[in-house]
């Protein structure tokens, strides 16, 4: 299972655009990114999913060089409603797929 | 369509005590995951089932147990509850597993008083 890691802490401020980067060295050929986005007291949300290049929806692209050894989350424009903790996860999904969270970056906007 | 339903929301248990969590999965989802999220750990992944199979387990010990039903729904059994077992579990379904993207329950929070 590759293992995953996140800068602990960013702070950002309204308007800016936010890159988190994740390193996943170990990364398997069947793997998938994806990312989450955690409020406290919910539930994580599922926010982006990729394999390899870039991803794009309607809050968030991913990008993937192509030795898939990191992966960078953009958020563009964020507000103060994006301050949480976003978790990266590397995965196949398949023969039991044993979902390890890290410890995630906890995402700051500022006013 | 309906989301993951997690009941109860709150839950107050003494020491001692056992309890027992449900998950509703979205429909047609076959995978159900369980974490336990504390402040000190983070999120810690239980167990997965999968068609009433558990096909992944983590490193909790045996007093945390789970079953999954025909269909699909899912419950976690604590037994001889410990102060430390307090903490906000959370389920996840998913169509297959991990691939697709877990949608996570809003949690039940538990307090072991």
């Known amino acids: 299972l590759a293992k995953t890691t996140q800068p602990i802490s960013m702070d950002s401020y309204e308007g800016q655009e936010v890159n988190i980067t994740c390193s996943h060295n170990?990364?398997?050929?069947?793997?998938?990114i994806t990312w989450y986005q955690q409020f406290p007291s919910q539930g994580p949300r599922f926010i982006i999913q990729?394999?390899?290049t870039k991803v794009t929806n309607e809050v968030a692209s991913l990008f993937i060089p192509a030795d898939r050894k990191s992966s960078t989350l953009s958020l563009p424009r964020v507000s103060l409603s994006d301050t949480a903790v976003y978790y990266c996860?590397?995965?196949?999904?398949?023969?039991?797929?044993?979902?390890?969270f890290g410890a995630g970056t906890r995402l700051f906007v500022k006013a | 369509k309906a989301g993951v339903t997690q009941t109860p929301r709150y839950l107050i248990k003494t020491r001692g005590q056992q309890v027992t969590l449900s998950c509703s999965p979205i429909?047609?989802?076959?995978?159900v995951s369980w974490y336990q999220q504390t402040p000190g750990q983070g999120l810690q992944f239980l167990f997965e089932?999968?068609?009433?199979?558990?096909?992944n387990k983590g490193n909790f010990p045996g007093r945390f147990s789970g079953r999954q039903f025909s269909n699909s729904r899912s419950e976690m059994n604590v037994s001889t509850l410990e102060l430390g077992d307090s903490a906000l579990y959370l389920c996840?379904?998913?169509?297959?597993?991990?691939?697709?993207?877990?949608?996570f329950g809003s949690g039940t929070r538990l307090t072991v008083v």
């Open positions: 996840a379904s998913s169509l297959v597993g991990g691939t697709y993207g877990y949608t």
């Open positions: 170990n990364i398997a050929t069947n793997d998938y």
């Open positions: 990729g394999y390899k």
């Open positions: 996860l590397v995965g196949d999904g398949t023969g039991g797929f044993k979902t390890i």
């Open positions: 429909s047609g989802h076959r995978s």
């Open positions: 089932y999968f068609s009433e199979t558990q096909r």
